[in-house]
Every structure is written in C-alpha cells, then in structure tokens.
C-alpha cells in the first residue's frame, strides 16, 4: 500500500495551504500527519481515525492547523491556516491499520508513510 499525497507549495505569511493523503491500496483505520524541517526531527502534527470522530492536533498548532477525513473517497486532510515562516518545511502522512488512540503521536506506531509534501511559507 502507497500514500499519495499532494496540495503542498510556497505560500506568503498569513497564507494557507490544504494537504491532501490518499492510500492507493487498502483502506486504514488511522491517519496521521507529521512534518520536519531543516535539522529537525520530525514531529506531530495531527491524527484522525477512520470515522473522523477521533481527532488530535499537536498543542501548538491548535487554532492554525485542523484534519479532517472525507470518508467516501478515503482521503485525509491537513488544513493549515496562518502560515508562518517558522513553520517546517516538509509534511508527510502516515497510516495505520490499527486504532491508536492515546498513541496517536507516536510516529513509530506508523508503518506505512507517503514520500512527504514541501509546504513552504516566505515572503
């Protein structure tokens, strides 16, 4: 199973931009997106289950950032709002056929990842 995802691109400060993931094979239970900048580790940013009723957006992001899951068609969503020059550069979605709950955040509870989306933010 792949994950394709797309939506990534340059935008100005204050700007916004609308990731899309979208698996190519079987359907999976949980989704999750993560990102790294230059030198950094990567990190989370937010998760939603198949349902979308369970969602997690990191603490720092709230209010800028929100997921969301168009069943039907099995894609997930990253919608990011208020772009900032400090955000990251590199996003990526990650899958699980599993529920996670609580474990959410925890990139090594992902088996399956996409190949990562550039979202960049410059003036």
């Not at 931009?17 to 239970?29: D, I, K, N, V």
């Not at 209010?63 to 590199?90: C, E, H, W």
């Not at 090594?108 to 003036?123: F, M």
Request: hydrophobic share 30%; aromatic share 10%.
């Amino acid at each position: 199973a792949q994950l394709i995802e797309s939506g990534g691109g340059l935008v100005q400060p204050g700007g916004s931009l609308r990731l899309s993931c979208a698996p190519s094979g079987p359907r999976f239970e949980h989704y999750a997106w993560f990102r790294q900048g230059p030198q950094s580790e990567r990190e989370f940013v937010a998760a939603i289950d198949r349902s979308a009723v369970t969602r997690y957006v990191a603490h720092s992001l709230e209010g800028r950032f929100a997921n969301s899951r168009d069943i039907a068609n099995n894609t997930a969503y990253l919608q990011m709002n208020n772009l900032k020059p400090k955000d990251p550069a590199v996003y990526y979605c990650a899958a699980s056929k599993s529920f996670l709950g609580s474990n959410s955040s925890d990139r090594g509870k992902y088996p399956t990842w996409g190949q990562g989306t550039q979202g960049t933010c410059s003036s």
